[in-house]
């Protein structure tokens, strides 16, 4: 059974930080994989935020948190990160881990419909 558990949401003032990790099956860490954050405000589309592929030798992110946030992760522990560094309210969100099917090839924040695993999701709200 694969799990992807998201935790450290909260509450935090604008230009602060928050580090989110998500728990994640072994499985998802196999060969060249590709693990992902995504985020979804209310009354908005899900939209994804930073992807780290190539087995964890190369990061992804859109120009919208690029330079504020950093993916990261760690096998051993089958965690990852998400550091979110000079947090603005418009990133005020429930934020989502997501992998696909490892193997598969695809990691492309654009086509969601490819990250067939999810994690409940972790609040994060900036005022």
């Known amino acids: 059974h694969v799990q992807l558990v998201e935790s450290g949401g909260g509450s935090v003032q604008a230009g602060g930080s928050l580090r989110l990790s998500c728990a994640a099956s072994?499985?998802?860490?196999?060969?060249?994989?590709?693990m992902a954050w995504f985020r979804q405000a209310p009354g908005k589309l899900r939209e994804g935020v930073a992807a780290i592929y190539r087995g964890g030798r190369a990061t992804y992110y859109p120009d919208s948190v690029k330079g504020r946030f950093a993916i990261s992760q760690d096998s051993a522990t089958n965690t990852m990160y998400l550091q979110m560094t000079s947090l603005k309210p418009e990133d005020t969100a429930m934020y989502y881990c997501?992998?696909?099917?490892?193997?598969?090839?695809?990691?492309?924040?654009?086509?969601?419909?490819?990250?067939?695993?999810w994690g409940q999701g972790t609040q994060v709200t900036v005022s």
């Open positions: 072994r499985y998802l860490f196999s060969g060249s994989f590709c």
């Open positions: 997501a992998a696909p099917e490892p193997g598969s090839g695809y990691c492309r924040l654009g086509r969601q419909v490819d990250f067939v695993y």
